[in-house]
């Protein structure tokens, strides 16, 4: 049985502390605990330990690890970097820090409490990769005090066999005082409030951190014009879509600046972009941001009805390409940077070339993900695009992307993070609008806000959805996604969009044409929380593995 280690799994900046801290970990007694990267602030300074080793009837001791490279002249130590050695201190550095842990424990409230009095402590310097020889000796570092290459073997037992002589005033720690004294090191029993938001704030600044690293492979694209960049649901197509129009509107690279025009189709992916876009710098903003229907518009031409296809898919494109013919230089364009473009119509390409400076060779830029096609429109550009792949997915907790994956257009790379299982609750077409509103409650007495919960259906809209869309126009519905407030919508507006806890309504048999489409989406918009309510049987149309999945993480949950 291993010793207790924290944290289980470190993050080590150098080989050596990973060495030495993995050769403890399988070679140290079960009651013994193995603390790496201990760091202690107090009034002088801030102190940093590699390890320090918590030891039953023994000691503490702290332990300072050096890596190849260190040598020995004089009684200085060194260690070469760069091409030069620089003078260190490795065992005055090992010693203040062990004086600041003392120094932090015996103060420490619950140790004064306990009636403990001072216990032993001791330092050593460990270089697992540098020969010192058995006749090492300085003044402040006996051979005892230091463990090289050699002694690598023995090292747990070579820690343990502190000299009798060694602090004889201060008695070996007994297992309470060892208890008592890691509970202080780790903070443990001191009492802060916690939300259930706190992992998922942390998860939300691991998610944007992984999605501007993603953004490198914008540099991909600096010399290529048109570019389809393909990736499943949270693979951060969104924001690396928002960061191409800003870096080809302020000009990147050696590049001139650009008149940009940032495009999707859904009005609250829009809003999004927008709300996003006033953030910026002036000089970094779009010259046009909006829907394809926004910038048709923008050019004098009014909408039609939503009901009337021939409109959208023929006479609208016609009228915008002769439009686009006659723009000004100055209203024409350079690039246009097109997000959720699958669910452009092939028509709807043409007067966007025709709109650019240069039809021949004028930036087109493409984020798309196939199996989020939810319209009965099937256009790319007649143009011929490079493909470029995200395979990531970065933006959903690894539970939740589990349940989708099996839809993805291709094998992604889990990287969200761990959250709680999904959660999926069985209800008829019928019943599964009360179902999910029940969901929302029992979400809210977990303690999620109001403004990071979505309940988004796959059918019928929800009452609560048709109420505010025939009080408020579409931007003024959309505007309400951006308030501290449950959010009701449907699956085919809300792409591109995402909220924290999500409760999908399945409010149908499964049996009509692109369910596999909604339910892709739909269950892609949660990042941290989703509960599923609807009948297994009828989401089994999906796929049977995304059932088997969802069934399999439920029952898991209802069991722990």
Same mark, same amino acid.
């Given at each position: 049985m291993p010793p207790r280690l924290v944290p289980a799994e470190p993050k080590f900046p150098t080989d050596s502390e990973r060495a030495v801290w993995a050769r403890l970990r399988d070679a140290l007694r079960p009651q013994d605990t193995l603390i790496a990267n201990y760091r202690l602030t107090d009034s002088a300074k801030d102190h940093e330990a590699d390890l320090v080793v918590v030891m039953p009837d023994v000691g503490v001791l702290i332990v300072e690890v050096k890596g190849a490279g260190l040598s020995v002249r004089e009684g200085q130590w060194y260690m070469w970097r760069d091409g030069r050695d620089e003078p260190i201190d490795p065992v005055g550095q090992a010693r203040e820090t062990r004086y600041a842990i003392q120094s932090y424990v015996e103060s420490d409230p619950r140790w004064a409490q306990s009636s403990r009095g001072r216990i032993r402590y001791a330092h050593s310097v460990v270089a697992p990769f540098t020969t010192l020889g058995d006749d090492f000796d300085l003044p402040d570092c006996p051979r005892w005090m230091v463990h090289d290459k050699h002694d690598q073997a023995a090292l747990a037992e070579r820690l343990a066999d502190i000299p009798l002589g060694f602090e004889t005033h201060r008695p070996a720690p007994s297992e309470d005082d060892c208890e008592l004294l890691v509970e202080i090191l780790t903070g443990r029993s001191v009492h802060a409030a916690r939300s259930v938001e706190d992992a998922s704030d942390e998860r939300q600044e691991r998610a944007d951190h992984l999605t501007q690293e993603q953004g490198l492979i914008l540099s991909v694209t600096r010399?290529?014009?048109?570019?389809?960049i393909r990736g499943g649901a949270g693979s951060g197509k969104t924001v690396l879509a928002l960061t191409q129009a800003r870096q080809l509107t302020q000009g990147r690279d050696g590049r001139r600046p650009q008149?940009?025009?940032?495009?999707?189709? /859904? *009005?609250?992916?829009?809003?999004? =972009?927008k709300r996003e876009v006033a953030a910026w710098p002036y000089k970094q903003r779009p010259a046009f941001v909006g829907? =394809?229907?926004?910038?048709?518009?923008?050019?004098?031409?009014? /909408?039609g009805s939503r !009901? !009337? /296809?021939? =409109?959208? +898919? +023929?006479?609208?494109?016609?009228l915008m390409a002769e439009q686009a013919a006659e723009l000004p230089p100055g209203q024409r364009f350079d690039s246009f940077v097109v997000d959720e473009a699958q669910d452009f119509a092939e028509s709807w390409w043409h007067p966007l070339i025709a709109a650019l400076h240069d039809q021949h060779d004028g930036g087109l830029?493409?984020?798309s993900d196939e199996n989020q096609r939810l319209f009965q429109r099937f256009g790319n550009p007649p143009v011929p695009l490079v493909p470029l792949m995200l395979d990531h997915n970065l933006r959903n907790t690894r539970q939740i992307a589990e349940v989708f994956r099996p839809l993805a257009p291709s094998r992604m790379r889990l990287q969200g993070g761990e959250g709680p299982e999904v959660k999926h609750v069985q209800a008829s077409p019928d019943d599964a609008l009360e179902a999910a509103d029940d969901q929302v409650e029992a979400l809210l007495d977990e303690g999620w806000e109001p403004g990071s919960i979505a309940l988004l259906t796959t059918g019928a809209r929800h009452p609560e959805q048709k109420s505010l869309q025939d009080r408020y126009d579409q931007a003024g519905y959309w505007a309400t996604f951006h308030e501290d407030d449950l959010f009701y919508g449907h699956v085919l507006g809300f792409k591109g969009l995402e909220r924290r806890a999500v409760v999908l309504c399945v409010n149908e048999d499964g049996t009509r044409e692109r369910f596999k489409e909604r339910i892709y989406v739909g269950l892609s918009r949660a990042t941290d929380r989703? *509960? *599923? *309510?609807? !009948?297994? !049987?009828?989401? /089994?149309?999906a796929g049977r593995e995304v059932a088997r999945e969802l069934a399999r993480q439920s029952n898991s949950q209802e069991n722990q």
């Open positions: 010399l290529l014009n048109r570019v389809e008149r940009v025009a940032l495009l999707c189709y /859904s *009005v609250g992916l829009a809003g999004h =972009f829907t =394809f229907e926004a910038l048709a518009n923008s050019w004098g031409i009014a /909408s !009901d !009337d /296809s021939a =409109f959208w +898919e +023929e006479r609208l494109p016609g830029y493409l984020y989703l *509960v *599923v *309510v609807g !009948d297994l !049987d009828a989401i /089994s149309h």
